[in-house]
């Protein structure tokens, strides 16, 4: 826990805590290009659709993750109700 409460500059609470650097684009490489990996989206409420686009919407803006047209590799949205937070978290 000690180790944790020093470094605790380096975890974010919030999507704009969340810190970057300039200049650096993280490339990520499958294991395989042969295999596909696509996993259906559960339904979400519409409060739920709602606070997710919300929150992609701000990595979009902090430059986190960018749009894309290739569904070849991709990861259902779950959202996860925080204690003492209003709004669902992605």
């Known amino acids: 826990m000690l180790v944790l409460y020093k470094n605790k500059g380096v975890f974010a609470r919030t999507i704009?805590?969340?810190?970057t650097y300039p200049n650096f684009e993280l490339k990520l490489q499958p294991k395989s290009w042969d295999v596909k990996c696509?996993?259906?989206?559960?339904?979400?409420?519409?409060?739920?659709?709602?606070?997710?686009?919300?929150?992609?919407?701000?990595?979009?803006f902090r430059g986190l993750?960018?749009?894309?047209?290739?569904?070849?590799?991709n990861s259902a949205v779950f959202m996860i109700k925080k204690e003492r937070k209003f709004a669902p978290r992605l």
């Open 16 to 19: 704009e805590d969340i810190k």
């Open 38 to 60: 696509y996993t259906r989206q559960y339904k979400l409420s519409q409060n739920e659709a709602d606070e997710a686009h919300t929150q992609i919407f701000a990595l979009c």
């Open 65 to 73: 993750v960018s749009k894309s047209t290739d569904t070849t590799y």
